[in-house]
């Protein structure tokens, strides 16, 4: 059973570009969290999904940020208009439905490492 | 309200001690309270994780004590090895609605051999 999946791995963007993130979850995970972590410091929440529903953005930046999980395919982090304050690891997690017995359980990907020049 | 205080910001522990790291939260909604390790350039992986129907978790060589009226709770590691530097991070979240962990700050622990 493949773990949470990230892809880039590694993300180089100039000023002003657009950033794209993806994340795909854990076979049978339905629930997807974004977080951020900065340089040295603990992880940040930004936003939590289910499937083609944004649940709770309230850690997520009102501009330039955004995030989808449709119905087919990975969930995707946008950043528009990349600044060097974005720079930071990218990490997703993803969670089983409700129900189980591993329900709450986070499980995180690799991350997403975006350097912005 | 919403915040998870861990200490200490780095830890050095001989090779056979005893590690130890502590977290207060206050938010008494949280019900679930995860510790994570992170190695260098890697992701979070989920250690162990305590529930605040018990007051003490063992998995090998690592305990989780829970003080629900102090609103604390705290990882011990036994028999520190030094493949276990790394950094730790305690987290809480409201487990029954799904709700996104909020971490601690992280412990950069150093096992030295």
């Known amino acids: 059973n493949a773990g949470v999946m990230q892809n880039p791995r590694h993300l180089v963007r100039r000023r002003g570009q657009e950033a794209r993130l993806r994340c795909s979850p854990m076979k049978g995970h339905s629930h997807v969290y974004w977080y951020r972590q900065l340089p040295e410091e603990g992880l940040k929440f930004m936003v939590y999904?289910?499937?083609?529903?944004?649940?709770?953005e309230s850690g997520m930046p009102k501009e330039r940020f955004s995030a989808e999980f449709p119905k087919e395919g990975p969930s995707i982090l946008r950043i528009q208009q990349v600044v060097r304050g974005d720079s930071a690891a990218y990490f997703c997690a993803s969670s089983p439905p409700a129900g189980g017995s591993f329900w709450g359980e986070q499980f995180f990907g690799p991350g997403t490492r975006l350097t912005v020049l | 309200q919403q915040q998870v205080k861990q200490s200490p910001q780095s830890l050095i522990v001989q090779k056979g001690g005893i590690s130890i790291i502590n977290c207060a939260y206050e938010?008494?909604?949280?019900?679930?309270f995860p510790w994570y390790q992170q190695f260098p350039g890697k992701g979070p992986a989920l250690l162990i994780a305590i529930r605040p129907d018990v007051s003490e978790k063992k998995e090998g060589r690592f305990t989780i004590s829970f003080n629900k009226s102090a609103k604390q709770f705290s990882l011990h590691i036994m028999d520190s090895q030094p493949g276990d530097s790394a950094t730790y991070f305690c987290a809480a979240s409201r487990e029954t609605s799904g709700s996104r962990l909020t971490f601690g700050e992280g412990t950069q622990l150093t096992v030295n051999p």
């Open positions: 938010n008494t909604a949280f019900d679930y």
């Open positions: 999904l289910q499937k083609e529903n944004i649940i709770d």
